[in-house]
């Protein structure tokens, strides 16, 4: 069965290094979604992701972070310059079409900034 | 603006007895409603999802929700719970126009005690 895959799945970093979170969406999906939960906290939603630009994107979403999908198979979540705060579990999602659809998440990246 | 409450943090319950795991939402507009479960080192899984029409919706693995819109609730709940079904549950909403992006609960950690 298809499904959204995530690497690392683990990441440690020094405080103010720049960050890559990998996603490999479903094959045939068309909207991407980041999401992150800061331990203890609600799953947030940080942006999504349609034909190749932000469609939405959340005020966590600042100049820090940044997405790209740079070769048709992999969406990446970049944050520049972490910080401590950036800590969290980071995933991944996607859907088939704009009609309502399920979202499927990945296994998560969680992000340890020292 | 949409929220979501899910007063429980944790539940613990013994096998085979019954459970539910109670959320609440606000939202200004009209809303889609789900549950998703988190299994140790997993991404999330939908378990169950209100669209529209019969309020009693039925899920994977013996689960169902009852959508109350005079109590924005949408409580999940499963007659006789086993030891596998010990995760992370959480409740989520979606606007049904505009931006598709989930808003979840804090989520409720089930411990099925053997």
């Known amino acids: 069965e298809p499904e959204v895959t995530q690497t690392p799945s683990h990441q440690v970093t020094q405080m103010g290094q720049e960050v890559i979170l990998r996603c490999v969406p479903i094959s045939n999906h068309l909207y991407f979604y980041w999401y992150r939960q800061i331990l203890g906290q609600k799953v947030e939603f940080l942006v999504s992701f349609y034909n190749n630009e932000i469609s939405e994107k959340s005020e966590i979403f600042d100049d820090q972070f940044s997405v790209e999908r740079p070769d048709g198979s992999n969406f990446t979540l970049k944050i520049r310059s972490t910080k401590l705060e950036d800590s969290a579990m980071y995933f991944c999602?996607?859907?088939?079409?704009?009609?309502?659809?399920?979202?499927?998440f990945g296994p998560g990246t969680r992000l340890t900034v020292l | 603006a949409q929220s979501v409450t899910q007063l429980d943090s944790q539940v613990p319950v013994f096998e085979e007895a019954p459970v539910e795991l109670r959320c609440n939402y606000s939202?200004?507009?009209?809303?889609?409603l789900f549950w998703y479960v988190q299994y140790p080192n997993q991404g999330l899984q939908l378990l169950l999802k209100?669209?529209?029409?019969?309020?009693l919706v039925k899920g994977i693995n013996g689960f169902e929700a009852e959508f109350n819109k005079s109590q924005t609730s949408f409580h999940l709940r499963k007659p006789s719970v086993h030891i596998s079904d010990t995760a992370e549950y959480f409740c989520?909403?979606?606007?049904?126009?505009?931006?598709?992006?989930?808003?979840f609960g804090t989520g409720t950690r089930l411990t099925v005690i053997p």
């Open positions: 989520a909403v979606m606007m049904r126009t505009g931006a598709n992006n989930l808003f």
């Open positions: 939202s200004s507009v009209s809303v889609y």
């Open positions: 209100y669209l529209s029409g019969s309020t």
């Open positions: 999602a996607s859907r088939e079409t704009q009609v309502y659809n399920e979202q499927f």
